[in-house]
């Protein structure tokens, strides 16, 4: 096993100073591991580096640059060729974004995913957690959705350089020697307890948790409930939302399941959602609570692409990895709505 000086190993952590990433590397200092982060900051901020320092006492070695640099990909690796795992985060994601500019999303995504197999080809290094998503189901036959359960035609292009992603790896690890995980986050909600790290959206949030929470706080008028007359119980599009906490224990889980040999084959998929599916005006009656707050909404139109209901059989995901998301909705929002009210007071 490849160890540091220190008798730590060594994680690399791609786009660890975005949201689920900066969660995972607090996560992953704080099992032990010595985390090297990657970022092109494009859609995050240094100081988020620092935050994780805060929190856990060690500030992360930290390298700006843009993996779709296949050169400077090369180097890095080349001084670094005594990693333990890497756990690939950084990628655009913004459905709507991803529709107006393809090419953009395809080069990031899928130049940036080529680069690091490339790097762990030449390098011999062994290990990669992929960060896919329930997007891949589109909307499933049957739920709640397994593993198993087939991919659906991508209805973002965000979406089908996920689905890409995860055949590149298919195909790619028996070729190269190379394990990965691929985890299927379903819809990560929250922030850090410690509120100085959280979810820190460019520009207008597309998503239903910063969107409520920069309501309740006034920087948005009133939050838009996409829809009212799907068919489900209240009438709103349900998901799995899932605490970003759990889900940075989780990518522990699997780098560990990696370093220690217990993967069952080269190539793994696991769901990571709680299995409970929660309706938006469940989510925004969760807010209300915690925050003691009203929250101002009205309803409008479907969202275009959106799907009716999705939430994970975590069935495979809680036998196999021994990993079981421990927080539900309210602690979500109750975290998020911490992390708005710090955001603020300027604290980012
Ligand atoms: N919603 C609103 N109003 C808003 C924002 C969202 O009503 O202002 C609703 C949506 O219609 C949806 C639910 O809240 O029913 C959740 O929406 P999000 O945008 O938070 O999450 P999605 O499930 O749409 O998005 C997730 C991932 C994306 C992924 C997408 C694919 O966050 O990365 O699934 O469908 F691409």
Request: proline share 3%; net charge neutral; aromatic share 10%.
């Amino acid at each position: 096993m490849k160890k540091t000086s220190e008798q730590k190993l060594k994680v690399l952590v791609t786009g660890g100073a975005g949201y689920i990433g900066s969660h995972t590397v607090v996560a992953l200092q704080q099992h032990g591991f010595r985390v090297i982060v990657i970022d092109n900051l494009f859609n995050s901020h240094a100081g988020v580096i620092d935050r994780i320092g805060e929190i856990t006492g060690v500030k992360p070695e930290f390298h700006e640059f843009d993996l779709v640099d296949t050169d400077k990909t090369d180097s890095f690796f080349a001084s670094n060729a005594d990693l333990a795992g890497i756990i690939h985060f950084a990628a655009y994601k913004a459905v709507g974004e991803s529709m107006e500019n393809p090419l953009m999303y395809y080069r990031n995504n899928l130049v940036s995913l080529m680069n690091i197999l490339e790097g762990m080809r030449n390098y011999k290094v062994a290990n990669l957690v992929f960060s896919s998503s329930c997007t891949v189901y589109g909307q499933p036959d049957e739920l709640p959705v397994k593993e198993t359960s087939p991919v659906k035609e991508a209805l973002s292009v965000y979406g089908n350089t996920k689905q890409m992603s995860e055949e590149i790896l298919r195909f790619s690890v028996g070729a190269y020697g190379i394990k990965t995980i691929a985890l299927r986050y379903f819809n990560p909600v929250g922030a850090h307890e410690s509120a100085l790290i959280g979810e820190l959206p460019r520009g207008v949030p597309n998503n239903l948790a910063p969107f409520i929470t920069q309501t309740a706080i006034g920087r948005r008028d009133r939050l838009s409930v996409f829809g009212s007359d799907y068919n489900t119980p209240d009438g709103t599009p349900i998901r799995d939302y899932i605490h970003v906490v759990d889900l940075a224990e989780a990518h522990v889980v699997a780098v560990n399941r990696m370093i220690g040999n217990k993967t069952k084959s080269d190539y793994e998929i696991f769901n990571l959602g709680t299995g409970k599916g929660y309706s938006v005006l469940e989510a925004i009656r969760s807010f209300e609570k915690v925050s003691g707050q009203k929250l101002p909404y009205k309803f409008v139109g479907r969202r275009s692409g959106d799907i009716e209901q999705v939430w994970a059989d975590t069935s495979y995901a809680n036998r196999e990895l021994g990993w079981k998301a421990e927080k539900d909705l309210d602690d979500m929002m109750r975290s998020a709505w911490k992390w708005e009210q710090a955001l603020a007071k300027g604290n980012k």
